[in-house]
């Protein structure tokens, strides 16, 4: 049994975070996966290059509301000091070495895990990575192997681009956002 912390990475845009994010978080914890989850604010995706983003301490910010308060979920700026794009793999060698105290565990979404083969040195995480896969709707993952762990957590069925396609329409985001980000979001008029 290895006495390192084991930290949980759940990374994202979050533009902007969302209810799906924060049930994703809490289950990780709840289930016992991980001691702690860091909830990665990511610069660029290499996979949504081009979108318009909020700046990147906006998001990190309002990640950082929606969870204070919960028991070993913290938002993280990790990836602003890495090359963009960010790609996993780069930023897990080195988070690895820059904390040699802890476990790292890669928190995917199944749409992720269904393509995880196309990632950048994919094998390279799977080789050094546990992973938790959690489900998304219309994904089917099929079994997964050794190290790959799904988690059992409820389906919010939302996106951060719908949410925003609402905020645009002049739609109600109150019941998919925490309250902190609707009110910052409402406060600043952002995405409009």
Not at 22 to 37: F, H, K, M, P, T
Not at 66 to 71: E, K, L, N, R, T
Not at 150 to 163: A, G, H, K, N, W
Request: proline share 6%; glycine share 6%.
């Amino acid at each position: 049994m290895s006495d390192k912390i084991r930290t949980a990475l759940f990374g994202g845009t979050f533009n902007p975070f969302h209810n799906g994010h924060l049930a994703i978080a809490r289950s990780v914890i709840r289930q016992g996966l991980a001691d702690e989850l860091w909830l990665l604010v990511t610069p660029c995706n290499p996979w949504k290059e081009g979108r318009r983003l909020l700046d990147n301490d906006l998001r990190l910010e309002m990640v950082s509301q929606a969870v204070s308060g919960i028991p070993g979920v913290s938002a993280s700026d990790y990836e602003f000091s890495l090359p963009v794009p960010s790609y996993t793999a780069n930023t897990l060698r080195h988070i690895k070495s820059d904390y040699p105290d802890r476990e790292f565990i890669l928190t995917i979404g199944a749409d992720n895990w269904v393509e995880f083969d196309r990632w950048r040195d994919w094998q390279y995480i799977l080789d050094n990575f546990k992973v938790i896969v959690y489900p998304r709707t219309g994904c089917s993952i099929g079994q997964l192997p050794d190290g790959v762990t799904l988690l059992d957590c409820p389906l919010v069925d939302t996106s951060s681009t719908e949410i925003v396609a609402r905020i645009r329409e002049g739609l109600p985001i109150d019941t998919l956002v925490p309250a902190s980000v609707a009110r910052t979001i409402s406060e600043l008029g952002l995405y409009r």
